[in-house]
């Protein structure tokens, strides 16, 4: 199942709001599921971004919709990364040539 790896950094409200970011992550946790994706992991981190987040869908679509409802609620704007697991790096290297 594709897995995205979202890069999140708090918008002013966001930031305002910071006493309430569990209670957000619980939130989108649950949004996630319910377009059809899960959170599988969010941490809040120091340096350039505020938090990351991974989350596992059955497809882009999906994805796009956990994350722009995500997005669409004002706290966080997001760089989001489509990430590979071992499996499928195999896969993608074996269909190079050579």
Do not use: C, H
Not at 7 to 14: E, K, V
Not at 18 to 30: G, I, P, S
Request: charge should be neutral; proline fraction near 3%; aromatic fraction near 8%.
């Amino acid at each position: 199942m594709p897995t995205y790896v979202a890069l999140l950094s708090w918008t002013d409200q966001g930031i305002r709001g910071y006493k309430d970011t569990a209670k957000r992550a619980e939130a989108f946790a649950a949004a996630t599921q319910n377009v059809g994706a899960k959170l599988l992991n969010i941490y809040w981190t120091v340096g350039p971004y505020d938090l990351v987040a991974v989350v596992e869908a059955p497809d882009d679509e999906t994805g796009a919709a956990a994350l722009l409802q995500l997005g669409g609620a004002g706290n966080v704007r997001t760089t989001t990364l489509r990430a590979f697991g071992r499996e499928e790096m195999g896969r993608i290297i074996a269909k190079t040539a050579g």
